[in-house]
């Protein structure tokens, strides 16, 4: 697998790229077998009458979700998205134009759901839904990373994202499900988090961070689990328990939590932020997921809950939370558990909140002080992850999401620069393994993916000498640090946010 | 499902080369897999891959990289501690390349 994977050549001048159809055809990412199928109550393996089956789900999701038939109606084939997928950038594959890939469903629906693709299938680009079709599918609705970075562009917002996210529901109905992404859900189900990390192991790599923190500093920094009471439920991705440099990150929450006095705890029953039941646009599964955290938030009786850095968790806690499980406004009046939920959180803050605002608050109020010079090996930029540019907010404006680390990383940091503004705020790049693709079987994808912004990131190294680019998201951090070293830069290259504020922070200061 | 061929034996493994019954794992095992990856066991390799059996045994889980650096510089000397030393053995990565040689589950999520 790794003979073949090479990084593409940057590019000179960053235009559209020559095409090269066919580059990125195959059969898609592992299927998920019938074990991982069956624990999410999708079906084990393809069913007989899938294509019945799979025209019968996409009425069901036009029916559902006006978005989706609005998206299947209103492209007018202006190409205006077609060069803003980094996954096209990096493989020059047409299919992976948004157009072309929304056309993968757009075919089908003009097929069995509009008048003149019943009648005139051939002159409106209508097609049969075929076993070539479903493998397309399976292929190239796992080459789009959902970072909705086209949908910016598209005059009409259509939205690439829910097309594929509408495309995977389908599949995992029929039993033609994604291995990575169903698996990862089922861990989730049965131990809390997407690693499978059991409550014991959990105890046991914290106890050993509150020792190496001691060791660094020789304050008691404590990283506490399960404690009833206390006012903090924080919610952050499991990666952040055993990865690098995500480990960085949970040690600089630790030490903001402890600096500001403030009491904390994290949940070995729900101990993962991440959703993958977004990437796979299944409600029950999102929901399902969802629900954990406010099983333990109701258990632990806390006032708040605080979420860490992870991209497409902070779109789920802000974005869905309140409707799926109370947290925030808008539950259901009919869900009594919602409705407790509601009570018992202290809605004097932000529920839910993301760490970067938790942090930033206690910058602007003075309660933090930091050693600036800590960090000055770093000339540091910062990546916007798609998720939080374009699914979320942060602070109490429109753009805050983008204000907000980048306040931290000034705060806790000398040297600050940006990389070039058509990759970054709501027009950044995804790191090339969003959206449920961080998988060792898409490597290939991933690294090309990864263009775009190993572009602009050599730019900035080579004008101003960045040497560290810090970012907000469990799979931005382990996507980087797996590709970088393909376009010659080192691994330790990428960190988190509140890495740099865990290098600068002084503890016991204040 | 795919199979490996040790010794005349065949052992299941998923579609990525991983054991997929981890009572199956022996030392010969190992270095076929090893073999597969392009890595050269040494008797350092041999103390990442007991390290993360041990506690896999305790846990039911491969441990943190930080927890393996740790163990390991505790053993090998506090110049071995660290992820280098562990890249420069599994060159793809301790937590993954380690952990199918040791006849562990893959690690998942986003990692």
Redesign the interface.
């Known amino acids: 697998m790794s003979a073949k994977i090479t990084a593409p050549a940057y590019r000179i001048i960053p235009i559209i790229p020559a095409l090269k159809p066919g580059a990125m055809e195959g059969s898609g990412p592992y299927v998920a077998n019938d074990k991982i199928q069956g624990a999410l109550g999708f079906p084990g393996q393809l069913v007989d009458d899938w294509h019945d089956q799979a025209i019968a789900k996409m009425g069901e999701l036009l029916g559902k979700y006006r978005s989706l038939a609005v998206y299947m109606d209103s492209c007018v084939h202006c190409g205006a998205c077609s060069d803003k997928c980094h996954y096209f950038i990096g493989t020059q594959d047409p299919k992976n134009m948004p157009v072309a890939r929304q056309d993968l469903m757009r075919s089908i629906y003009r097929r069995y759901f509009t008048l003149p693709g019943k009648i005139f299938p051939k002159l409106v680009g209508a097609r049969d839904l075929t076993r070539e079709v479903l493998d397309e599918w399976h292929n190239y609705f796992h080459q789009c990373s959902e970072c909705r970075r086209c949908s910016v562009f598209c005059p009409y917002g259509i939205d690439t994202a829910e097309v594929t996210m509408a495309a995977r529901e389908i599949l995992d109905s029929i039993g033609y499900g994604q291995k990575y992404d169903n698996e990862i859900i089922g861990k989730v189900h049965k131990i809390g988090n997407n690693l499978g990390l059991p409550g014991p192991a959990l105890k046991d790599t914290l106890e050993g961070l509150e020792e190496d923190v001691k060791e660094d500093t020789g304050i008691d920094v404590r990283f506490p689990v399960d404690v009833k009471g206390a006012e903090v439920l924080f919610i952050t991705p499991s990666a952040d328990f055993f990865a690098e440099p995500h480990i960085d990150s949970l040690i600089g929450y630790g030490k903001v939590f402890h600096a500001t006095g403030t009491s904390w705890t994290l949940s070995s029953m729900s101990s993962e932020a991440a959703n993958f039941g977004m990437f796979i646009g299944n409600y029950e599964q999102l929901r399902k997921v969802a629900l954990r955290i406010r099983q333990a938030a109701l258990e632990l009786g806390v006032k708040r809950i605080v979420v860490g850095e992870c991209g497409h968790a902070w779109r789920v806690a802000y974005s869905f939370w309140n409707t799926l499980t109370g947290v925030g406004d808008g539950a259901d009046p009919d869900d009594q558990f919602a409705m407790m939920l509601q009570k018992q959180l202290d809605h004097r803050y932000k529920q839910p909140m993301h760490i970067c605002e938790f942090t930033w608050d206690m910058i602007e109020q003075g309660a933090l002080s930091f050693d600036k010079e800590a960090n000055d090996k770093h000339i540091i930029t910062f990546h916007d992850s798609c998720n939080v540019a374009r699914g979320s907010r942060m602070g109490d404006y429109p753009g805050g999401q983008f204000d907000i680390p980048r306040n931290i990383v000034k705060s806790v940091a000398n040297h600050f620069v940006e990389m070039d503004p058509s990759t970054t705020h709501e027009r950044t790049f995804c790191c090339g393994g969003g959206g449920g693709l961080l998988t060792d079987d898409l490597m290939d994808l991933r690294v090309k993916g990864a263009l775009p912004r190993m572009e602009a990131l050599k730019r900035a190294a080579d004008e101003h000498g960045v040497n560290f680019m810090a970012c907000i998201c469990a799979i931005c951090k382990t996507q980087f640090s797996k590709v970088m070293p393909y376009y010659g830069f080192e691994r330790n290259m990428v960190g988190g946010v509140h890495q740099l504020v865990s290098n600068a922070i002084k503890l016991g200061a204040k | 499902?795919s199979n490996i061929e040790v010794d005349g034996k065949s052992y299941e493994t998923d579609?990525?080369g991983y054991l997929v019954n981890l009572a199956d794992w022996n030392k010969d095992i190992a270095n076929y897999i090893a073999k597969t990856e392009s890595v050269d066991m040494t008797d350092q390799h041999w103390e990442v891959i007991n390290f993360l059996r041990e506690y896999f045994e305790e846990?039911?889980?491969a441990?943190?990289?930080?927890?393996l650096t740790?163990a390991i510089g505790k053993k090998l000397g506090a110049d071995k501690g660290n992820?280098e030393y562990l890249?420069g053995l599994f060159p793809?990565?301790p937590?993954?390349q380690a952990c199918k040689i040791a006849g562990l589950?893959k690690?998942?999520?986003?990692?």
């Open positions: 499902m579609e990525e846990y039911q889980i441990p943190a990289v930080r927890v740790k992820s890249y793809y990565g937590g993954k589950p690690p998942t999520g986003c990692v």
